[in-house]
């Protein structure tokens, strides 16, 4: 079955692998919601070394299925040969997934820094490029509107972009953000640099302020002081203000040419539907599973 959207601009929400039967209903739950509103694509996250492995291929499998919609892996580099990282790649291939998010992935608990297997890739660029001479794959890699952490400036890492889009990718998805000026800053500085590609936003709507604050301290993400304040004030009406000023941000990147949108769902459906709909994307009716295995 394939679902559809009158909307020109189309949509994609990330997901990551469940850990027991309480978060597998929890995903399926997610799927079941979002599903009606006709991704493009919807992805499930990779843990560091292959950590949810597995569970990631699982659920891969379980979407693909139940909702026969189309998954992109993601894949990291981090504690794996290039033998390894790509055998993962093969059986992605072998489930008919054919898109690929491809990052070079954080440092594993306890490393505070990233450190190349001393067999693998060594960035996510080499990924790329690995993946290309292995399958037919889509992929998309990361972008960083506010610069990656590991980089010295943001000439560098519209320089790493551009490797990973030379190399053979043919879009990236942003790290979040709540400033739309960054997000534009960093577009047109990409193209600038003769990147062509689609740079995707990743848009995270705020299920939790202080848990979005641990998210944005990690990856070193901006947090506006009006958000701040705003929150500190909302109450009981947190989530009619997360629905309005992630519609309100969706809006206006869709008036600046934005025709995708990517969300990170953190398995948490009823905020990403709510925000959807409120861009005007219907959901149909399909007929899913009832739960996950």
Same mark, same amino acid.
Request: proline share 5%.
């Given at each position: #079955?394939?679902?559809?959207?009158?909307?020109?601009?189309?949509?994609?929400?990330?997901?990551?692998?469940?850990?027991?039967?309480? +978060?597998?209903?929890?995903?399926?739950?997610?799927?079941?919601?979002?599903?009606?509103?006709?991704?493009?694509?919807?992805?499930?996250?990779?843990?560091?070394?292959?950590?949810?492995?597995?569970?990631?291929?699982?659920?891969?499998?379980?979407?693909?299925?139940?909702?026969? @919609?189309?998954?992109?892996?993601?894949?990291?580099?981090?504690?794996?040969?290039?033998?390894?990282?790509?055998?993962?790649?093969?059986?992605?291939?072998?489930?008919?997934?054919?898109?690929?998010?491809? @990052?070079?992935?954080?440092?594993?608990?306890?490393?505070?820094?990233?450190?190349?297997?001393?067999?693998?890739?060594?960035?996510?660029?080499?990924?790329?490029?690995?993946?290309?001479?292995?399958?037919?794959?889509?992929?998309?890699?990361?972008?960083?509107?506010?610069?990656?952490?590991?980089?010295?400036? #943001?000439?560098?890492?519209?320089?790493? @972009?551009?490797?990973?889009?030379?190399?053979?990718?043919?879009?990236?998805?942003?790290?979040?953000?709540?400033?739309?000026?960054?997000? @534009?800053?960093?577009?047109? +500085?990409?193209?600038?640099?003769?990147?062509?590609?689609?740079?995707?936003?990743?848009?995270?709507?705020?299920?939790?302020?202080?848990?979005?604050?641990?998210?944005?301290? #990690?990856?070193?993400?901006?947090?506006?002081?009006? #958000?701040?304040? +705003?929150?500190?004030?909302?109450?009981?009406?947190?989530?009619?203000?997360?629905?309005?000023?992630?519609?309100?941000?969706?809006?206006?990147?869709?008036?600046?040419?934005?025709?995708?949108?990517?969300?990170?769902?953190?398995?948490?459906?009823?905020?990403?539907?709510?925000?959807?709909?409120?861009?005007?994307?219907?959901?149909?009716?399909?007929?899913?599973?009832?739960?996950?295995?």
């Amino acid at each position: #079955m394939t679902y559809e959207t009158p909307q020109t601009t189309s949509l994609s929400f990330e997901f990551f692998p469940p850990h027991n039967a309480e +978060a597998s209903a929890r995903l399926w739950r997610s799927v079941e919601r979002l599903a009606p509103l006709g991704p493009k694509y919807v992805s499930v996250t990779y843990g560091a070394g292959g950590t949810t492995r597995e569970r990631t291929v699982s659920a891969i499998k379980t979407i693909q299925d139940r909702a026969r @919609l189309n998954v992109a892996g993601h894949l990291t580099v981090v504690g794996a040969s290039k033998a390894e990282t790509l055998d993962v790649a093969r059986g992605y291939a072998a489930q008919g997934v054919r898109r690929i998010v491809a @990052l070079r992935g954080d440092a594993p608990k306890g490393q505070d820094h990233f450190i190349a297997h001393p067999d693998g890739f060594r960035d996510a660029a080499e990924l790329v490029a690995g993946l290309k001479e292995a399958g037919n794959f889509e992929i998309s890699v990361a972008a960083y509107p506010e610069k990656h952490p590991d980089s010295a400036d #943001m000439k560098a890492d519209i320089e790493n @972009l551009k490797r990973k889009i030379d190399a053979g990718a043919s879009s990236a998805i942003t790290q979040f953000f709540f400033e739309n000026e960054d997000f @534009l800053r960093f577009r047109d +500085a990409a193209a600038d640099a003769g990147i062509t590609a689609p740079i995707i936003p990743g848009i995270l709507p705020v299920e939790n302020f202080t848990k979005m604050l641990r998210f944005a301290d #990690m990856c070193q993400a901006k947090v506006p002081d009006w #958000m701040h304040q +705003a929150f500190r004030n909302a109450g009981d009406d947190a989530e009619v203000l997360a629905t309005a000023i992630c519609a309100e941000q969706c809006d206006e990147l869709q008036a600046e040419g934005v025709d995708h949108l990517h969300f990170y769902t953190l398995n948490n459906p009823d905020l990403v539907y709510n925000i959807s709909r409120a861009l005007g994307f219907e959901a149909v009716g399909v007929d899913l599973a009832a739960s996950v295995a």
